[in-house]
């Protein structure tokens, strides 16, 4: 079962946007993701998903600073009107006894004005 992200993130019809899913509290000290994450649309087909992959940078997500390692970040396009999608990021660690991670992201799209 995925862990549901605290954040819903709002978005505008039309705008290419940056989703940014953090993993820091399942990543043990030391542990960071690795590998090509993937990101699956739940329940709809609307989205166009791409440049899925692990964070370079340190990034602030729902007020906490993620390093390098610690994010999936992807693009997403092709939002409805007035729609909230669910995302599925999936991600493997660096650890020796490799985890793999998934949790689930909200985005609601803002009704035309």
Known sequence: MAIQAKQVQQVSKGETRILSAGFITP???????T?????????SSDLTISNVAV????????GVSHTSGQAV???VV???VATT???RVTA????TVAQTF??????????ST
């Open 102 to 111: 998934v949790l689930d992201c909200l985005f609601s799209v803002e009704a």
């Open 35 to 43: 590998g090509t994450p993937t990101v699956a649309e739940m329940g």
């Open 55 to 62: 964070s370079t940078g340190t990034l602030t997500i729902d």
């Open 78 to 80: 092709g939002q409805a």
């Open 92 to 95: 493997a660690t660096d650890a």
């Open 73 to 75: 970040q992807c693009k």
């Open 27 to 33: 990543l043990s000290t030391g542990e960071l993701l």
């Open 85 to 87: 999608y669910k995302v």
